[in-house]
T-cell receptor, first 114, second 114 residues
Framework: DSGVTQTPKHLITATGQRVTLRCSPR?????VYWYQQSLDQGLQFLIQ???????AKGNILERFSAQQFPDLHSELNLSSLELGDSALYFC?????????????FGPGTRLTVL | AQSVTQPDIHITVSEGASLELRCNYS??????LFWYVQSPGQGLQLLLKYFSGDTLVQGIKGFEAEFKRSQSSFNLRKPSVHWSDAAEYFCAADVMDSSYKLIFGSGTRLLVRP
């Protein structure tokens, strides 16, 4: 158990809909990362937050957005969903306060868009 | 562009045989390097990491990896594979910018013959 939790585990929805994925980082970790794992694109970095502020953006579509709340949990919002958005979405967290550390991954949310 | 390459999509080995999974990186400087394992339907578990120092690093589950600067490689090895090692293995590199996001290779799926 990495200490990172993600809900829901599975999500099935229709094209055009909007969903919200939730991530709770390890206790004390200020950095949260979102990654997308799809069959055609592999594992790709989407976005990073550090202590409530956006720190870096990767290949994240404009239809996607994220935020990190004061309690450090993060949400990834996906809107106007398309079939190609079906993927496994991972959240990871890390502690940068005590030097470099690896990222700890949650179990992922599997999104299926029908 | 920064990249991580895993040239083998699939590898099949017999139980008890040795294993080597290849990983090459393309960066201006030596990045921090990682190997993660993903079992079917599961999240990503860190096997080992290289930051600096000794180029042979030991990880969990009997895995080790050797960093070779001259070859820009970070190959994963295990002397004797167990059936439970069947999974997908990802090599990743930290891009060493302020975000510390990870760039992943495309993964190698390991199949273990009984």
């Amino acid at each position: 158990d990495s200490g990172v939790t993600q809900t829901p585990k599975h999500l099935i929805t229709a094209t055009g809909q909007r969903v919200t994925l939730r991530c709770s980082p390890r206790s004390g970790d200020l950095s949260v990362y979102w990654y997308q794992q799809s069959l055609d694109q592999g594992l790709q970095f989407l976005i990073q937050y550090y202590n409530g502020e956006e720190r870096a953006k990767g290949n994240i579509l404009e239809r996607f957005s994220a935020q990190q709340f004061p309690d450090l949990h993060s949400e990834l919002n996906l809107s106007s969903l398309e079939l190609g958005d079906s993927a496994l979405y991972f959240c990871a967290s890390t502690d940068r306060e005590n030097g470099y550390n690896e990222q700890f991954f949650g179990p992922g949310t599997r999104l299926t868009v029908l | 562009a920064q990249s991580v390459t895993q040239p083998d999509i699939h590898i099949t080995v017999s139980e008890g045989a040795s294993l080597e999974l290849r990983c090459n990186y393309s960066y201006g400087a030596t990045p921090y390097l990682f190997w993660y394992v993903q079992s079917p339907g599961q999240g990503l578990q860190l096997l080992l990491k290289y930051f600096s120092g000794d180029t042979l690093v030991q990880g969990i589950k009997g895995f080790e990896a050797e960093f070779k600067r001259s070859q820009s490689s970070f190959n994963l090895r295990k002397p004797s594979v167990h059936w439970s090692d069947a999974a997908e293995y990802f090599c990743a590199a930290d891009v060493m910018d302020s975000s510390y996001k990870l760039i992943f290779g495309s993964g190698t799926r390991l199949l273990v013959r009984p």
